[in-house]
C-alpha cells in the first residue's frame, strides 16, 4: 500500500524555502545575484514553482547548481530534488539527492534528511523513511516540521500504524499559532486520513485508542464515503455525530463537507438517459445503464429525479435529443460512442446541458453546456508513458494488436513519451486471434538478429552451442492488450530473455481473477477503484451490486462504474455556467473538470503480484505492498 503525501502542505514549505534562499543568495556577494528576468535566477525557479511547473523549477535549480559551489551547490541541488518530487520524477529526485553533501549542518543538513525519507517513501521503503526521521531528530522550524511530519505520517500509514500517523499529524499543531492555521489542519488531517484510506490504510482504530485520534480515523472514512458514493452515507454522518459530540472535526471538518455534499446532492427534476440499448453496442449500453440505475436506487427515495430512458440503438442519437428536450428533460446523460455524441453535438442549441459518455473527436466543437466524460485506452497510454518517464525509463519498445485500436494506443502512448524526452526505439504489431507471439516479441527484441550473429559465430569457432542475446539499448515495454493476450505475452517475454525489463499496460489486460492472473505478475497499470481498491464506499456498492443482480453481477466491470459516477456527476454539472468538479474519489478515478468541459480521470497505480494487484502509489515509486481486493 502506497498513500500520497499531501503535496499541498509540502508545497507551501518549499515555497517559503525557495523565497528564503532567493533573499539569502541576492545578500551574498559571491553568490548568483537576483536576475530579475534572467532565465537561470532563484527568483525564476520560485516563479516557476508557484506557477505549478515544478519540473521547470527543479531544471533552473540544477544550472544554479551547476554553476555554484559548496554550501550554495547544495542548497540548489536540495531545492532541485524537491522540485522534482513535487512533479513526481522520483528518479530524477533521486539522482539528484546522490549530488548533496553528506556533510551538511542546521537546516541544510535537515532538508537533506527529508529529501532521503521522501525519496525513500516515494519507492515503497516506509522503515527507511522512518528511520531516516528517527536519526535526524525534532525539527527544529516551521517549513521543516510540516515536512517531517507530513512524511512520517504516511510512512506510518505505509506501515499499518494508522493510530501513530494520526498522533503525528496532530503533532504539527503545536507549531501553529493563528487559529485559521489550526482549522487548515484540522481539515489537513482529515484529508491525509481519507486519502490514506483510499489506497487500502487501515483505519479502524482499536479498542482503547483515544478518542480524539479514533474520531479522526472514523471521519476519513466518512469523508471516503461522501465522495466516493455520498447516496449512502447518511447515516453514516448521523453516527459519527452522536460517537464523537465534541470532536473538534465537528465544525472544522464535518460542517464544511456537509455543506459542500449537501449541494452536490441536489438534482434536476427530469433526466434523460441516452445510450444504445439495441443493436451491435446493446451490451455495452445495457451495463452503463445498469450501473447508472445502481446510483439512482442508492440515492434517497424522495430526492431522486425522474429519469427516462431513450434507446439510440432505433433511431437517430440526434432525434433521441430532440425529443429529450422536448420531453422536458432538465439534463441529459449520453450518448455512449463517439460517432453518436458527435451526431448530438451538431444539434445541442445549450439549452439543456448534456453529459457525453465519450470525447468528441480532437479538434471537434464542443457546444456551450456540452460536457465529455470517457473511459478512453488512449488517456491510459498516456499515463502509462508519464508513470514510465517518472520512474527513470525514456527508451521504449512497443507491442499492440493489429488493427486500429492497438494503432490509436501506440499513437496515443509514443506522442506523450516524445513530447515529455522519450523516445519509443522499436514497435511491433501481433495479431490477437494468435496464441505464440514468438516472431513478433523475437523481432522487437532483436533476438533473430542476435541468433544469426551467434549461429554464425558459433560456426567458426566451431560450437554446437550459443546463447542469442535481446537488446540492450531497451529500458523498458509497454504492452497494449486484453487479458487473454497479456497473460500470454508476460510469460513469453521472460522466456525470450526480457523478464528483467519493466512491462507497463493499460488497464485493458485486467480482468480480476487471481488464478488466471499469476503469469501477470511484474506488470504496472493504471486502473479505476472499482475494479482495484478494497476501500469500504467501493467494497459496499459492489456488495449491493452482488445481492442485486447475483447472476450477472460477474460482468459488472468499468462500463458499470462509468455509469454509477455519471450519475454521481448531474448535480455538479447542471448549471453549466458555474459547473464545477474540484476533483471528487469516483468509482472510476478521481474526477476533474477541464478548461474544454471534459472529465479527467487520475487513476491508481498497480503492480501485479502473485495474481492480485497491488498499489505501488504515485509516479516513481514501485513495490510497494498492500494486496487490493476485489
Known amino acids: 500500500m502506497q498513500v500520497r503525501p499531501a503535496r499541498a502542505t509540502l508545497r507551501i514549505a518549499r515555497i517559503v524555502g525557495v523565497a528564503a534562499l532567493a533573499m539569502l543568495l541576492a545578500a551574498c556577494p559571491g553568490g548568483v545575484r537576483s536576475g530579475g528576468g534572467r532565465a537561470n535566477s532563484p527568483e525564476a525557479a520560485q516563479r516557476l514553482a508557484q506557477s505549478g511547473d515544478h519540473a521547470g523549477a527543479a531544471r533552473v535549480f540544477e544550472q544554479l547548481a551547476a554553476s555554484s559551489a559548496g554550501l550554495e551547490r547544495d542548497g540548489y541541488l536540495l531545492s532541485a530534488g524537491e522540485e522534482w518530487l513535487a512533479s513526481g520524477a522520483r528518479a530524477d529526485a533521486a539522482r539528484v539527492l546522490a549530488l548533496v553533501s553528506t556533510t551538511l549542518t542546521g537546516e541544510s543538513k535537515e532538508r537533506r534528511s527529508l529529501l532521503v525519507a521522501d525519496v525513500a517513501l516515494a519507492n515503497g521503503d516506509f522503515e527507511r523513511a522512518l528511520g531516516e526521521l528517527r536519526l535526524m531528530g525534532e525539527p527544529t522550524t516551521l517549513p521543516i516540521a510540516r515536512r517531517y511530519y507530513d512524511i512520517q505520517a504516511q510512512a506510518l500509514f ?160 440526434a432525434d433521441a435529443y430532440l425529443a429529450a428536450s422536448t420531453d422536458g428533460a432538465q439534463f441529459i446523460v449520453g450518448p455512449l460512442t463517439k460517432e453518436e455524441v458527435a451526431s448530438v453535438a451538431a444539434v445541442a442549441d445549450g439549452r439543456v446541458p448534456v453529459l457525453a459518455l465519450n470525447f468528441l473527436p480532437e479538434g471537434a466543437h464542443a457546444p456551450r453546456g456540452l460536457f465529455q ?29 493489429t488493427g486500429d485500436w492497438g494503432n490509436r494506443v501506440a499513437g496515443a502512448f509514443t506522442e506523450e513519451l516524445e513530447r515529455a524526452g522519450g523516445s519509443v526505439i522499436a514497435r511491433r504489431s501481433f495479431d490477437p486471434q494468435e496464441n505464440d507471439y514468438s516472431p513478433e516479441i523475437t523481432g522487437l527484441l532483436r533476438i533473430d538478429e542476435s541468433r544469426a550473429r551467434e549461429e554464425k559465430l558459433a560456426a567458426l569457432l566451431g560450437k554446437l552451442e550459443f546463447e542469442p542475446r535481446r537488446r540492450g539499448d531497451a529500458e523498458f515495454i509497454f504492452v497494449a492488450s486484453q487479458p487473454a493476450q497479456a497473460r500470454l505475452i508476460r510469460p513469453q517475454l521472460r522466456f525470450h ?66 455509469g454509477f459516477d455519471a450519475y454521481r456527476l448531474i448535480p455538479l454539472l447542471k448549471n453549466p455556467a458555474s459547473a464545477r468538479l474540484d476533483s471528487i474519489a469516483g468509482m472510476t478515478g478521481r474526477l476533474t473538470l477541464d478548461e474544454n468541459g471534459r472529465v479527467r480521470r487520475d487513476l491508481d497505480w498497480v503492480e501485479m503480484r502473485s495474481g492480485q494487484p497491488r498499489f505501488v502509489g504515485p509516479a516513481g515509486a514501485a513495490g510497494a505492498s498492500g494486496t487490493t481486493s476485489n
Do not use: C
Not at 464506499?537 to 468499468?558: F, M, Y
Open 158 to 317: 505505509g506501515v499499518k500504524r494508522s493510530v501513530d500517523a494520526v498522533r503525528a499529524l496532530m503533532q504539527r499543531e503545536r507549531w501553529l499559532t493563528d487559529e485559521s492555521d489550526k482549522r487548515a489542519n484540522d481539515w489537513h488531517i482529515f484529508e491525509s486520513v481519507r486519502d490514506a484510506a483510499t489506497h487500502g490504510a487501515p483505519i479502524q482504530p482499536p479498542p482503547g485508542t483515544d478518542p480524539i485520534v479514533a474520531g479522526w480515523l472514523d471521519l476519513g472514512r466518512v469523508g471516503l464515503e461522501l465522495s466516493r458514493n455520498p447516496f449512502g452515507a447518511a447515516d453514516r454522518v448521523k453516527d459519527w455525530r452522536s460517537r464523537y459530540p465534541t470532536h473538534p472535526g465537528q465544525s472544522t471538518v464535518l460542517d464544511q463537507l456537509l455543506r459542500s455534499y449537501s449541494a452536490d446532492l441536489e438534482y434536476p427534476t427530469t433526466v434523460a438517459l441516452l445510450l444504445p440499448l439495441s443493436g451491435r453496442q446493446q451490451a455495452a449500453g445495457t451495463v452503463v445503464r445498469d450501473g447508472f440505475l445502481a446510483a439512482y436506487y442508492q440515492h434517497t427515495t424522495g430526492l431522486r429525479p425522474h429519469v427516462r430512458v431513450y434507446d439510440v440503438g432505433v433511431g437517430s442519437p
Open 373 to 401: 466524460f470517457a473511459l478512453t485506452p488512449e488517456d491510459e497510454a498516456r499515463l502509462a508513458a508519464r508513470r514510465a518517464l517518472a520512474d527513470g525509463h525514456h527508451r521504449a519498445v512497443v507491442l499492440t494488436p
Open 497 to 562: 530473455f526480457a523478464g528483467d525489463l519493466p512491462v507497463y499496460a493499460t488497464s485493458d489486460s485486467f480482468e480480476p481473477d487471481p488464478q488466471a492472473n499469476l503469469e501477470l505478475d511484474g506488470v504496472m497499470f493504471p486502473d479505476m477503484p472499482w475494479m482495484i481498491s478494497a476501500d469500504p464506499a467501493s467494497a459496499g456498492v459492489r456488495d449491493s451490486v452482488q445481492s442485486a443482480w447475483p447472476a450477472r453481477a460477474s460482468r459488472r466491470g468499468r462500463l458499470f462504474a462509468f
